[in-house]
Structures are given as structure tokens and as C-alpha cells.
């Protein structure tokens, strides 16, 4: 019986929590983003503003659905949609301990970085179907961005596959119960650091925000989204942080390792995954905005080539190793 | 009916729709879109056959290129250049005629000779396989692809280059 409902179960268990987690990454973010500008941030809604998400939700299921009457109806309506779903899938692959997860598969970080990346295809459904303006040169913007940097994503994600050997996520993170790949001698460094640039560009924040620029895009492809289809948009690119964050927490700080007993390995990898976060978030605000020749000058100048020597260097590293029988 | 089988049919439905819409519409930004499911549903397909390498590598690559479509799609249309060009099929009997005939090739190529109905049995990992066999047995047509696809990018800068 178990086997036949745990299928399914388990998919709606790990939306409903990401879901919630998603929501409250936002209040973690503006609270860390008071502190670091001498603020204090949401407040008043709860004690210190823990209810401020829930008061967000709310307002914005509330909140009058305005479409603009030029806009391309179908794409317009679908685009949240298309945006949301690959940042929930993300998701679905995912181990949260070891054997707890929808589905382990084989090719796990491949089909991560496969469907992270068809959230570019809702973001261009919304920035075509506006019909504005400044949403079209958003999304126009993005694909310098988002083809840019995915290949440096890519590459710096792929150094801990092959440290251990195999694509599927657990097997990743059981090979870091030595050494996690972050302390591998100079390789694990420099590529988390990659791994935290292109992330920061590939989910499109400060110092690369060029496409959502509010000083001068107003606010890039969802100018034009108000109420729900603005709440689904906010939570597909929250979700998809998340999801890179855990990503980056378990290919680099060692998943759900930590001390203590075993059932504290989903709440170890909770605290590496924001603690990515946090990074990511750090970066954001301490940073500004860069130039779009600067931006695409970075990665295929420097990111693109250092990767790609990374991830050469790193594959002699371990066929020496296995030659030298270490 | 298993589900396999119902699986199979709502993705063969699926796909030739959105293949059909491709061409049939006449908004070009629609007809990208429409491939984009298209891709993603030869993905399915992929994944229906046990193939989650190839159905991975189908969304990677594809989400890529179909953004690539989009920007032309949205340069020659009317938002940027202030023309408007909607996609016309000329010669759409003629078309017709030729993918009916392919069709028709096809089905009876494969009905003459039908397929096993039972799949062989995969041993061990696709995705090694798969990654065995191109650096060992196919490295050679694996390595003179890559060099074809160098000449393609070189002929594409040459086409690119401003006149002097």
C-alpha cells in the first residue's frame, strides 16, 4: 500500500513545502537586505514581520487582474504558467535526505540544468505577449543573459560530476561524506565560485539585472502583471533561486552531511541552502549594476574559458588519481 | 489499454498538432511557441522510451535554440522594425501533397515489415552507454561532427562580418 501511495503523495508533500519555503525565502531576503542598509525591514505584520509573507499573499490574490487591452491574450495568460512549472520541477529530482525525494534519477543534474533552463521560454511569452515596450526589451535583453551564462553554469556544475563520478544527485552528495567538494584543493574554490556568478546571472540579480532594471525598464518583462499572474511570476523566480541554491548545496557543501543523528540531514541541507542563498543575496546588494557589454564580456571572456579549463583540469586530476590509485 | 499506450497517443496527438499549428499559423511569434512544444513533447517521447539522457539533452539544447528563433522571430516582426510580416504558407497544396506521399512512404514501409513489438531489454545505463560508445567506437564521426559544426559557425561569422 505504501509503495502505491507514496508516488503520489510525495509530489504533493514537496510542492506544498517548497511552496512554503519559497514564501518565506522572500521575508529572509528583505529582512537580510534591511540589515545590510541599516533597516529593519518588515515589521509590523506579526512578531518582527513574520507574517508579512502571508499579508503579501493575500493582497495579491485580492488585487484587481488587470490585462492590457493590446496584449497577445493567449501567450499573456500562459506565460506565468510556463514560467512557474520548470521552476517547480526543478524540484522534482531533488534528494532531501538519502532515499527521501520524488525521484532520484539518473541523469539527475542534467535534468536540473535541462529544465531550469526552459524558464526562458515563459519569461519571452511574457515579455512578447505585454505588448510594451519596455517588456520587449527585457526579454531581449535576457537572451544575451541567459545564453551567456548557461554554458558557465553548465561547465561549473558539471566539476563535481565529474569528481564523483555519476549525474545522479544522491550519488553526488554520498561522494562528499569525506571531503565536500567546496574544500577539494583549489578545483572545489574556484568552482563554487563560478558556480555562484553564473548563478547570480542565470536567475538574473544585481549586478545583473540589466533586464528588470527599474530605473529604466521599470521592471523588465512583468511591467505588465498585476495581482495573481505578478504572485505566480514572483514565485517561479523565487522557486528557481531555491532550487539553485539547493543545487549549489549539494554539489558543493556536502547535501544533508552535517553532525548529529541521521534525521537532522533534511534541516543541515535547509541551512546550506540558504546559507547559498544568503550569498547569492549578498552578492545582490553589494553590487551595481553592470553594463550589458560588460556583462557578456565576463562571461564569454573570462567565465566561459575558465570553466571550461576547470572542468578540463579537474578530469585529469581524476584519472591521475585513479591511475595513481588514490 | 495501458498506460503506455495512452501516454503514447496523447504525446503522437499532441506533437502532430503542434507541428501542424508550426506551420498553419500566421502570428510567427505563435509558430515559435508552438514549436517549442513541439521539442518538448519529442521529449516525452523520448522519456516514454526510457531514453532520459536523450529527453534531458532534447530540452537543453532546445530551450536554447528556440530562444535563439524568438529574437529572429521578434526582429523581422512588426515590434522593432515597424513592418509587418506574418507568415504566409505559399504552396501549401503542393506541401501537402509531399507530406501525404511521405506519410504514405512511412506507414507502408513499417507495415510491410513491422517492428518487434517488444522492446529489447536495456542492459546497464543508457547514459554511459551512450557515453562509451562516443569515445570509443564513434569518436571518429563524433569528432568530425564537431569540426562540421566549427565550419558552420566559421561560415556564419564569414556571412557576418562587416564589409571593408
Redo the contacts between chains.
Sequence with gaps: MLELVTPLIAPIVVLHVVIGIVTYVTLLERKFAARMQSRIGPYRVGYHGVLQPIADAVKLMMKEDVVPTAA?KP?YNLAPIVFLVPCMFIFATLPFAPGLGVAD???GV??F???S??E??GL??AG?GSNNKYA?LS??RA?NQ??SY?LPFVFSALIPVVLAGS?KLSDIAAAQSGLWFIFYPVIGQLAFIAFIVSTVAAENRAPFDILEAESELVAGFRVEYSGMKFALIQLGEYAHILGASFLGALLFLGAWSGPGPEWLGPIWFLIKAMLVFLLVTWVRWSFVRIRVDQILALSWKALLPATLLLLLATAVVVVWRANAGL | MTGEVLAFWVLAILLVGSALMVVLTKNL??AV?WL?LAL?GTAGVFLLLEA??L??????LY??G???I??FA?VVTE??VGERLSQVSRRITGGAVVSAALVWLIVSSIMERPLAITRAPMSG???QIIGETVLTRFALPFELLAVLMLAGLMSAIYFARPED
Design positions: 497577445d501567450v534519477l539518473n541523469i542534467l535534468f540544468l535541462a529544465v533552463s526552459m526562458i521560454v519571452f511569452m512578447w520587449l526579454a531581449m537572451v541567459v545564453i548557461d549525474l | 511569434f505563435h511557441l517549442a518538448t532520459e539522457f529527453a534531458a539533452v532534447q530540452l537543453l530551450a536554447g528556440i530562444v535563439t524568438v529574437v521578434i515590434k522593432l545505463d543508457l547514459t
